[in-house]
């Protein structure tokens, strides 16, 4: 019995290897520009902070989490054994008690239109900041875990330097994506891999119509990288986020090019 | 309760009839001729001073809660007879206390050694037990025995009420003897059919079924201390050897626990319970051990030994059927069981109720389309969902109730806001599309039809907003509600 669950950790980490060092796997947002400035895609296996800066950010934080999700697909076991898919690692949803009252609680109707499977997601509710930290610290213990949305509301006291040093380094050791969504916070140093700034971004000027979820992010932060500002659109058919450049009028002023490769924003 | 050896006799008065009646007496208070059931005015006529204290029926209630409980040790099945009564169902439990004999001797012990003035017997049916505990304590009444051992005893056995006892007075019937040589048919047609069947259960010749106070659990394993232990040392590495203990048990059976309970039974009288759920079928100790450890540390209040345990009992409340292979050679059956577990920890630290998965609901009713229900109650495979749609039609959240807006302006009585004020903040809409027409369903709850408009402000933010009611309604002004936000 314990050789052959060996050989299934064995395995699966063959499998793991063989997709890219353990950890170091990037994943593609669709994004070119925003991929380029990345170095091929956002890191899973490392932390993502987002600062909300209005409706649209938290959006925004979700989408980046379900897609660093695609890390790992496994084929969860159906009831029938010929009925099998491949399917993303599931998406853990960590948030307080009261942030479904003030932030609205998940339509996971909505989520389904977006693309995202809600039968991958798993919410947590946390009475507490500290709680919270608690159960993401055990959901990055186990390697199986896509990606970990931890949704923090201002500046709690136990969210410090040092418990940021932890979650990045959990992260790294489980090679699960974590996106640490920040509402109604200041930015305080932490040991974040990426520092996003994400609000909504309106339709183009020439639609009477509104098209695909936009969003307006800033890069303002990258510890092996360059920055940059970027309107993405969120495709819903395809799981991945685009450059949101047709007319290309509107876009323009938010590509500030990676020039800034090797510059380090503080 | 120790007996005063001087001052006035004590009786507990209660209320009954609107009248103050004795509730219960001390043995001097009855040998002075007092008897519960007196009228207090008549007692108090009979015996001066005479000291009363009041009654507490809920603590008198919680107190025998407390003893079903210690009980718990001799037999998982106890039940409560209210108010000073304990029924235990010993099948298959008198062996392991060195059989009926010895075992009545300590329970018996045990409960007087705390301070209570406690009758008991055996016998093959509750009521014969409660009958022969009442009126010849520490009776053994042997299988089929019921019916000889309850014949001697007086009418009052029987516990009917006042007007059934007077009848049977006034047939010239003194014992339960008698009155169970008369015909069912005569006793059923001046006392009832009830009265008949209690009479039935009492002389063994029916089974009136316990129903116990907590589940039954389908296996469980236990340690009994001659010393209470105290350290939590010895309690971990008990809660590991009973663990082992359990798994065996449940290996033979090709089953594995759903829900873990661990009872720790406290020398002083009080239990303490912790339960574990988990979403998949487990059989490994050592799990078992860190799931359980995991919920002793986060208690409120630290597993208290007092004076020390004397028992320890882990029951698999819920036992289910496992697959047959442990170990699976796919990489995604462990990953799969890996999540599981993470999940059942998470449960675990937080509670149940606070780790959800989702299921599709079949209503059109925007804010009960999906249901959260905990994540161990159901495994990653359930649900139809809508497909991926550009745009989304549907919100990303949705407010836990929809929210008022105000300062609304729209161009046109019947289209959506061009501007509005929620959360103290000033919306200008730049697009709108709708509306969409969603009806309550007036069968379950009245409710107006909602108009729903889907608007995007300047700033790109969306929101879901409805209009209640229809706009020509008689008399009322539209309100408009903002229940979503689009991502």
Known sequence: MNNSAKIAELRHSLARHASGAAGQTAVPLGHAAADRVLGGGLKAGALHEVFAEDWGGGGFALLLAARLTTRLTTRLATRLASARTDRPAPLFWVRGDYAAREYGALDPMGLAALGVDPRGLVMVRAPRPADALAAAGDILACPHVGALLLEMEANPKVLDLTASRRLALAAETSGAGLVLLREGARETPSAAHTRWRARAAPSHPDDDDWGRPRFAVELVRHRSGGVGKFLMEWKSEHGCFDAADHGAVAAAPFHRQADAQGRRAV | MPEPLSGAPLVIAGKANNALVVHALEARAERLGLYPGQPLANARAMVQPLRVVPADEKADAALLENMADWCDRFTPLVTLDAPDGLYLDISGAAHLFGGEAAMLEDVLTRIAAQGFAIQGAIAGTSLAARALARYRNRTIAPPGGAAKAVSPLPIAALDCDAKALRALRHAGLKSVGQVAQRQPGELAARLGQDFVRRLRVMLGQAQDPLAPRRPLPDLMA?????????????????????????????????????????????????????????????????????????????????????????????????????????VSFDVDANARRQVLFLIDRLSARLGESRVLRFLPQDTHIPEAAAAAIPAQDDDFEDGAWPAPADPPPRPLRLLERPEEISHVVAAVPDAPPARFRWRQCLHEVARAEGPERIAMQWWHHPGATRDYFRVETRSGQRFWLYRDGLYRQAGLAPRWYLQGIFA
Do not use: H, Y
Request: include cysteine; aromatic fraction near 4%.
């Open chain 2, 222 to 326: 236990e340690q009994r201390f001659a010393d209470p232990v105290v350290s939590r040392d010895v309690t971990a590495a008990t809660l590991l050897a009973l663990a082992q203990s359990l798994c065996g048990l449940l290996e033979r059976q090709g089953r594995g626990a759903r829900i873990l309970q661990a009872a720790f039974f406290r020398a002083d009288g009080k239990t303490e319970r912790i339960a574990v759920r988990m979403a998949a079928p487990l059989r490994d100790p050592a799990v078992m051990l860190r799931l359980l450890n995991q919920k002793l540390d986060a208690l409120a209040d630290p597993l208290d030994p007092g004076f020390g345990f004397d028992l320890i009992r882990l029951e698999a409340v819920l036992a289910e059927e496992t697959k047959s292979a442990t």
